[in-house]
């Protein structure tokens, strides 16, 4: 494990987001994707070597929009950068931290990325995130 890599939060409106969060952070965000394969609006922030994710569901059927449903907007999960994703997966795994998908997939940024149950790691959903090489 490398470092935090960024904190994602779920939002209901990826531009009342950017309007707080450019208020709360005095930056403006520096990159924003939508990524269809995941059903997400994604806008990053970055604040030293460390990032700040806002979330935005464009379905009610995925794992954002079901956590806002539930909870409201907030903290959804913490990633950790990693060297390589598929060994830290198998570390993990030996220790009974259960992954919600067998071999991690593309996510945002171009980052390999797998996520962690919450029910295995202590209620706070984990991301381990790797840059392609």
Same mark, same amino acid.
């Given at each position: 494990?490398?470092?935090?890599?960024?904190?994602?939060?779920?939002?209901?409106?990826?531009?009342?987001?950017?309007?707080?969060?450019? #208020?709360? @952070?005095?930056?403006?965000?520096?990159?924003?994707? $939508?990524?269809?394969?995941?059903?997400? !609006?994604?806008?990053?922030? +970055?604040?030293?070597?460390?990032?700040?994710e806002?979330?935005?569901?464009?379905?009610?059927?995925?794992?954002?929009?079901?956590?806002?449903?539930?909870?409201?907007?907030?903290?959804?999960?913490? #990633?950790? @950068?990693?060297?390589?994703?598929?060994?830290?997966? $198998?570390?993990?795994?030996?220790?009974? !931290?259960?992954?919600?998908? +067998?071999?991690?997939?593309?996510?945002?940024?171009g980052?390999l990325?797998?996520?962690?149950?919450?029910?295995?790691?202590?209620?706070?959903?984990?991301?381990?995130?790797?840059?392609?090489?």
């Open positions: 494990m490398k470092q935090i890599d960024h904190i994602g939060i779920a939002v209901n409106n990826t531009e009342e987001g950017i309007q707080l969060f450019n #208020a709360i @952070l005095g930056v403006e965000p520096f990159h924003k994707e $939508e990524i269809v394969s995941q059903k997400l !609006i994604a806008t990053f922030y +970055e604040i030293g070597p460390t990032k700040i806002l979330l935005e569901p464009t379905s009610p059927d995925i794992a954002v929009g079901k956590f806002l449903a539930s909870k409201g907007p907030g903290v959804h999960h913490v #990633a950790v @950068l990693v060297e390589d994703i598929v060994a830290e997966m $198998e570390r993990m795994k030996s220790e009974g !931290i259960k992954p919600l998908t +067998e071999k991690p997939y593309l996510g945002a940024l980052k990325v797998c996520f962690f149950h919450p029910k295995t790691t202590g209620g706070t959903l984990i991301e381990l995130c790797q840059k392609q090489k």
